[in-house]
């Protein structure tokens, strides 16, 4: 098992990719923070994350406020005494073109997005700073933190924030022995892309069908989705990954939708 004794904090835990992490690992042997706005979703997660013998504790916050970030990691961290891997994972969509886009929307996504990660990452940093214990911070970015698309103008800009967030942590945590590093994933059929399907159909005025192979799809090598379990595998090799050569990096894994 590659993170035996290890405690985790998965944020967006209850669905989706930030699920699939939070079981994988927990089969590696980690301790999982399970995160998530909807009290419902994490229940479920640790509920399967016992099922298969593992341990788990659910941890409802907004990842945009403060008061709750803190509260859940300071959890976190009575329960498991400690805190070795961040997931920054949380994230939702919001399809409008720029002319359309409400000042209230794009605020919304920065405070998820942005306010999100950053907040995560504090609370997480002041505890594995403690005696330079150290940990591995991970951000869900997107190849949208590579590549813009139609539409989607604050989760583009704010997945390309995450990679300037993810630097500075690199150069300011690398004398305590933490570590960051993006994971920029290609589409994946979870609730927040089979959301935006038919808005996507509608605002483009195309059908559905058309929305998967000829803008979702349409410059992988293979015509595939990525799927949660490949981007479990890039973060279990992110998070135990062990020292500092690996830091300050993103990692596309996309079906070679788009290539550095
Ligand atoms: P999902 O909708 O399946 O899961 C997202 C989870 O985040 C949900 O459980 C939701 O309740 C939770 N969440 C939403 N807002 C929150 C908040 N403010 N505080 C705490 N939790 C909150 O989505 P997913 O596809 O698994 O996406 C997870 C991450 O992966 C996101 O950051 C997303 O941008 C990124 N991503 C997804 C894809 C994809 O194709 N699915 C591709 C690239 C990147």
């Keep these: 098992m590659k993170l035996e004794g290890k405690v985790a904090l998965v944020t967006g835990a209850g669905s989706g990719i930030g699920k699939e992490i939070a079981l994988c690992f927990s089969r590696e042997g980690a301790k999982v923070g399970v995160a998530d706005i909807t009290a419902d979703a994490a229940a479920e997660t640790v509920k399967e994350i016992n099922a298969q013998g593992g341990e788990a504790i659910d941890i409802i916050m907004d990842v945009s406020d403060e008061s709750q970030v803190d509260a859940g990691v300071s959890r976190l961290v009575d329960r498991y005494k400690s805190v070795d891997i961040l997931i920054s994972n949380a994230g939702v969509q919001h399809i409008a073109p720029l002319n359309e886009l409400l000042l209230k929307d794009w605020k919304r996504m920065m405070g998820i997005h942005l306010d999100g990660a950053f907040l995560t990452t ?12 150290g940990g591995s911070i991970i951000y869900m970015g997107s190849v949208h933190s590579k590549e813009a698309s139609k539409l989607k103008a604050p989760y583009v800009t704010a997945k390309h924030g995450l990679i300037g967030l993810c630097k500075v942590v690199a150069k300011e945590g690398a004398e305590h022995g933490v570590r960051a590093n993006v994971i920029c994933p290609g589409y994946v059929r979870t609730p927040l892309v089979d959301k935006q399907i038919p808005e996507q159909a509608k605002k483009l005025g195309i059908t559905e069908e058309e929305v998967v192979k000829k803008v979702m799809l349409v410059n992988t090598v293979d015509g595939e989705f990525t799927t949660a379990q490949d981007i479990a595998n890039v973060a279990l090799f992110f998070a135990s990954f062990p020292d500092n050569s690996l830091t300050g990096q993103s990692l596309i894994a996309s079906h070679g939708w788009f290539m550095e």
Excluded: G, H, P, V
């Design 122 to 133: 504090r609370a997480c940093l002041r505890e594995m700073y403690k005696n330079n214990k």
